[in-house]
């Protein structure tokens, strides 16, 4: 066992210099900054209490520095994984309750567990069954559900709904009670932050600040509406007219918290500590490989699992919530200059030191800043064009991706994305069970052969040759018993049928089968079967096969090599007895 | 809409004359002899009164003539599918009780509606969700299962119990009440029919009986064992000794039966009505298809669908059970000469007769006669030598098979199947996910290109070209990402990547999409991408797409283009800007 492989840290520690500690130490101050509204903001679309998300953003930080092995992934608490927590906790106690917070932790460590263990049995390849439909229209779909349950806060109304139909329907109900300081202040502030982020770095520009320090500081707009709004509520006690505020945060560095390890809590939160898992992985692993890929680095997706499932466990500890690599801020921190996971354990001291001093200041902070910072953050996560970019491309991605996106806006997000998965692996076995194939006959005068439906070929009535396009497995093992069946008794002379197998890349053993059936049934009927030009590796799991000592005919080494021993053969013997067994099954089959 | 093709009776009744006429009627003797003692059996092994196999091998049988596409399938109950119906049912109400008849008329009504609309929406192919292993695990260990719940029926003792663990330790606490006369009848029957099954023939055909009636008179042996042991009981008066039997069995044809509508019942039997559906309509296709082959006959498994699904409809509205098409029995009625589906209609007259006639006179019958019965036909369907040679053929497949053994012995036959299938979708996901792929060199001299590997090829360390042998969709487009981002990370000499793709059949929208990162990503790294071997309706769905506007390379025809053009411009310009930007990338990536 390789040390440098499970602890990526010692892969860059050791040459670790002033150099690269310079520029981690800046892009840390850079994302700390970022990352404080938003780690209270995505605790409060979790249904916690805010100082969950600082806590969320220290300790796990600096286990990922440790077992992580993208060079720039900012972890911590992230839109979607927020709202399936929410989703997920909310079945089990009302927020706010011990319960809930209890449960969230729990949420964490099965997640965290279940990330680790896939880590180190190698199980990355089980995020494969979330197709990139299914994850897109995922991410819309919840970007959607989660910028209207914040609506609530920018109106100051009640409302609540775990998808969108029901948070609408709640929402359209509470119009009447609208609180006119905080829309006042929800409206200022998403205004403010749709014009910066389209027009802040080219104003910046133009007043002659370079390009990086302009985007950087187009970033951290988010801070300063927080700053702005929090003083002016302070300032005209507009906590006092109906604007909800943060309240009280208690100062303090992360407590140490024992997950409960209630075995029926555990069952209720399975399936949703698995999808988190999965979907918190994905979007981690995307992101990481973008950034590694700039810098011609490399990220490895199994010690990433081992890496965000420690991140978890740790949040589970320390009085977080599920965490996972986000995007924007990993941009951020890339793009600030980090180079070695270091930063991130700077930005960990950062924030750890906000949660010391910073939290008196935040009382004052309206939520509905919050609430404008996490709808301009997930808005730009909805691609509707993709839809139809997909539908353009592919009919049956679409219908998933469709069907992920009304889903999980109708019925919430675990249905969504079950339903997404299923119907992809169910289109994808539809798919492939109708497997390209063509019969194919000979160019004259070459040793080529193409489909006779798009060529001009030589063929033999008594020889038909079916070449397969598709490894054969057990969801297409029966169209090819359709498929050689049909042709057998579509053409009543037919005394040899040849298998092309150059595309067959495998056989499992449902396919083995259908091939003995297809074998003995055209043995009843009077059919040879052969093979041609099986690759090296299918043939040599056959050689021991009942199928390769019962075959009628033979095994040729190409195509070619069947048509002149087939069509010869014919032309030579007349083959009396198959001739003979052939018009009784021309009288059996009227 | 063609008639015929949804009414295949169409196709053989108007040519329909006395010789089929003599031969359809020799076999529905013949099979409605066997059909008898079956019948009654697998209704108690259902847990249902006898009386419900017989009403179950009447209507069904006839509207299978009218819908179904094969002309010698028998239908009927059958054990596997009596055994499912047992499990599900034994969930809603305890036997004997008028719930659990009701839920077996609305499982049956349940598995027909659900068949019949997969037939109408041709959705056929949902069956090859069942790989071969899977069934073969299921059946074998549904036999055991079926055997072992008929052992008490030998032994003359009270046992339950729905999968074999509970089962057997349920028998061997009541070992102590074992009924002597009842364990008699048992044993008798268990070896008599061995015997028969191993000798009769041999020994019939040495006193000079021609091949086939000896062989009709063996498969008829259980009727014997019926009519020897009712007798035996009757006369001995072995019931007033403890000798269970069938007792009171009421004469009559079907009555019409109405299922139940309750919403909660219908949704609690769900899941055990689909899967009774896709196992029953596996066998049933498997059988009909062996038959129809050997007459070079077609079976349409669309239609089959609907045969099977009407069929069940109507054994719901009268009184029946779940059926499908049984292996033994189709096998005795092709063997015995049926030549259509009037056949099967004839049996049913015979049936109906038995019905109507013969039940005064079963009421005798040892209980432990049928389970002998049972117990003799179901260890046939045991194929422990399968795991054996399916292990050697591919360890993934034979895990898939022993989990689905293991989970339905021990967890039941629910649990089982759904096992078997999620797992086998998960091992055929992995090894997809993983695809063949070669870093393919140029066999000097030629325009040909083998594996680097395994070939002395000449090779360009500016120039990689990987040749990937699978179809890109989503379950191996994110390792597709990895292989090609490791050889871009492998190599800092790197400028151009090609990927040959002769063999890739399809690229979905989640690798159009990976296609499209690994050319940004790439990009980023100045490496330039180009494709190769693009097959024909591949490059027409990618024409439209981002990554044929976005890409920076080129698509080349044939690999060896591609290596004329990327291998000669560097021996011409030595790409100045892309060495510069690689000796970057080199001191980025330590």
Same mark, same amino acid.
């Given at each position: 066992?390789?040390?440098?492989?499970?602890?990526?840290?010692?892969?860059?520690?050791?040459?670790?210099?002033?150099?690269?500690?310079?520029?981690?130490?800046?892009?840390?101050?850079?994302?700390?900054?970022?990352?404080?509204?938003?780690?209270?903001?995505?605790?409060?679309?979790?249904?916690?209490?805010?100082?969950?998300?600082?806590?969320?953003?220290?300790?796990p930080l600096v286990v990922y520095a440790l077992f992580g092995t993208s060079r720039t992934l900012a972890v911590g608490p992230v839109a979607v994984v927020s709202l399936m927590t929410a989703a997920a906790v909310g079945q089990i106690a009302p927020q706010g309750s011990p319960e809930y917070l209890g449960a969230a932790l729990v949420l964490a460590l099965m997640s965290g567990l279940m990330l680790t263990v896939m880590g180190v049995a190698r199980l990355g390849f089980l995020a494969n069954f979330l197709s990139h439909p299914v994850i897109s229209g995922f991410i819309t779909a919840s970007g959607l559900i989660i910028a209207a349950s914040q609506l609530k806060h920018v109106l100051g109304v009640e409302a609540s709904g775990h998808h969108l139909v029901a948070l609408l329907a709640s929402l359209a109900g509470s119009l009447a009670e609208v609180n006119a300081p905080t829309l006042a202040i929800g409206l200022g502030v998403l205004a403010f932050l749709l014009i910066a982020r389209r027009w802040l770095t080219p104003t910046l520009r133009r007043l002659g600040v370079p390009a990086r320090p302009a985007e950087m500081l187009t970033k951290a707009a988010p801070i300063l509406a927080v700053a702005v709004t929090t003083l002016a509520t302070w300032g005209m006690g507009l906590d006092a007219n109906g604007v909800a505020v943060v309240g009280s945060v208690p100062a303090g560095l992360p407590p140490l918290t024992l997950p409960g390890f209630d075995s029926g809590l555990w069952r209720q939160l399975f399936v949703a500590a698995l999808l988190i898992s999965i979907v918190?992985?994905?979007?981690?692993?995307?992101?990481?490989?973008?950034?590694?890929?700039?810098?011609?680095?490399?990220?490895?997706?199994?010690?990433?699992?081992?890496?965000?499932?420690?991140?978890?466990?740790?949040?589970?500890?320390?009085?977080?919530?599920?965490?996972?690599?986000?995007?924007?801020?990993?941009?951020?921190?890339?793009?600030?200059?980090?180079?070695?996971?270091?930063?991130?354990?700077?930005?960990?001291?950062?924030?750890?030191?906000?949660?010391?001093?910073?939290?008196?200041?935040?009382?004052?902070?309206?939520?509905?800043?919050?609430?404008?910072?996490?709808?301009?953050?997930?808005?730009?996560?909805?691609?509707?064009?993709?839809?139809?970019?997909?539908w353009d491309y592919s009919r049956s991605d679409a219908a998933a991706m469709l069907a992920t996106i009304l889903v999980t806006m109708g019925h919430g997000v675990e249905s969504g994305i079950t339903v997404g998965v299923g119907l992809s692996l169910a289109l994808h076995l539809y798919r492939t069970s109708r497997p390209h194939s063509a019969v194919v006959g000979r160019v004259p005068g070459t040793e080529h052969f193409r489909n006779v439906q798009r060529h001009e070929v030589e063929t033999d009535e008594h020889l038909s040759i079916l070449r397969v396009d598709e490894g054969l497995y057990f969801a297409n093992a029966r169209y090819l018993e359709d498929t050689v069946m049909e042709l057998a008794a579509r =053409?009543?002379? $037919?005394?040899?049928?040849?298998?092309?197998?150059?595309?067959?890349?495998?056989? !499992? %053993?449902?396919? &083995?089968? @259908?091939?003995?059936?297809?074998?003995?049934?055209?043995?009843?009927?009077?059919?040879?079967?052969?093979?041609?030009?099986?690759?090296?590796?299918?043939?040599?799991?056959?050689?021991?096969?009942?199928?390769?000592?019962?075959?009628?005919? =033979?095994?040729? $080494?190409?195509?070619?090599?069947?048509?002149?021993?087939?069509?010869?053969?014919? !032309? %030579?013997?007349? &083959?009396? @007895?198959?001739?003979?067994?052939?018009?009784?099954?021309?009288?059996?089959?009227?």
């Open positions: 066992m390789n040390p440098k492989r499970y602890l990526p840290i010692l892969q860059w520690l050791p040459g670790y210099g002033r150099e690269p500690l310079t520029r981690d130490l800046l892009a840390a101050v850079i994302v700390t900054i970022m990352l404080i509204p938003q780690s209270l903001a995505y605790a409060m679309l979790a249904g916690l209490p805010p100082e969950t998300g600082l806590y969320a953003s220290i300790v918190g992985f994905v979007e981690s692993v995307s992101v990481g490989q973008t950034l590694a890929a700039k810098r011609r680095q490399r990220i490895d997706p199994n010690q990433e699992l081992i890496g965000l499932g420690t991140s978890n466990i740790a949040a589970s500890f320390t009085g977080g919530m599920p965490v996972t690599g986000g995007f924007a801020r990993s941009v951020v921190n890339f793009d600030a200059g980090a180079e070695t996971p270091a930063a991130g354990a700077f930005t960990a001291l950062g924030i750890g030191l906000a949660a010391l001093l910073l939290t008196p200041l935040i009382a004052y902070l309206p939520i509905a800043t919050l609430a404008a910072t996490i709808i301009v953050a997930v808005l730009s996560l909805v691609d509707l064009p993709a839809i139809k970019r997909t =053409q009543p002379g $037919l005394a040899h049928i040849v298998l092309a197998c150059q595309a067959v890349n495998v056989i !499992d %053993a449902s396919a &083995l089968e @259908s091939l003995e059936a297809i074998n003995a049934r055209l043995k009843d009927a009077d059919v040879t079967l052969h093979l041609a030009e099986v690759k090296g590796p299918v043939m040599d799991r056959l050689h021991n096969t009942a199928l390769c000592r019962e075959l009628t005919g =033979q095994v040729f $080494l190409s195509t070619f090599d069947a048509w002149r021993a087939l069509h010869d053969e014919r !032309d %030579a013997t007349q &083959l009396p @007895s198959a001739s003979t067994s052939r018009s009784t099954a021309r009288q059996a089959a009227p």
